[in-house]
């Protein structure tokens, strides 16, 4: 991952504030919050030690070998660590007036891979936590393994219909698919890939379908009780080879 440090370089993001905004006056509008999340960049405090580093134009710093970055958290009633990502200076005010604050430019998908790696410390992360306060959880991202999934040479793969059907998940799904409006169709399936099982869910949509996944994802979190969910849009090979002979769950 490529870490850019901020050299009072301007980071603002009225776009995604406004989406939050949105969102909290109306909870089905969560997809115009996503939309803006994956465009958005971040300030996340850290303590920075520059080494082997270059300066760019635009007033940015590009990482290099040996530098150490220690990212700046904050715990919560439980004592779980969530990671900071502030969309501008103000909000980084509303938590400390010190001076100097180092930070680092960090995307959504930069937080996803620092939280989803097998020796992470922390349990999610948190937008403006003394603002907005949206909490983004690890387990929601957890169980979103990729967006656009590839098959190596070798794999074996088995899809199928879910023996244990979840019925009130895809209730859920079909009543929040109505709401959101994008979704043309969508296939529930089981899926065994190497020695890894999980539920496949292949989605069909008007716009991009990876805008989409962390909305669906976290509707289905509750219903998943530890079973892993892969995503995987229709109009890719893979998507078009699962759910070929399948019936769909939902046709808008």
Known sequence: MEVTVD?????????????IEV??????????????LFKAKFLCPAKV?????????????????GSTIALTSIDDQQGKHFLMA??????????????????????????????TKEDSLYAGFVINPYGANIVLDKEILENIHSSEMTMQAGESVMVG???????????????????????????????????????????????????LFPVVGEICQPYLKGSFLD?????????????KNQKPFYIS
């Open 7 to 19: 050299i009072n370089k301007p980071i603002t993001n009225p776009q995604l504030l406004r989406a």
């Open 23 to 36: 969102m909290k006056e109306d909870n089905t509008k969560e997809q115009v919050f996503f939309d803006e």
């Open 49 to 65: 030690d520059l080494k082997n580093s270059m300066g760019d134009e635009k007033g940015g710093m590009t990482v290099g070998e």
């Open 86 to 115: 502030f969309t501008d200076w103000k909000e980084i005010r509303k938590w400390t007036q010190e001076e100097n604050i180092q930070t680092v430019i960090l995307a959504c998908e930069d937080y996803q891979q620092i939280l």
């Open 161 to 211: 219909v879910p023996k244990d059907y979840p019925t009130d998940m895809v209730e859920k799904l079909k009543q929040r698919f109505e709401e959101i409006r994008d979704i043309k169709c969508a296939y529930l399936l089981w899926m065994v890939r190497n020695a890894e099982m999980s539920y496949l869910l292949v989605l069909d949509a008007s716009g991009s379908e990876q805008k």
């Open 231 to 243: 995503m995987v849009s229709l109009n890719s090979q893979f998507g078009q080879n699962a759910a």
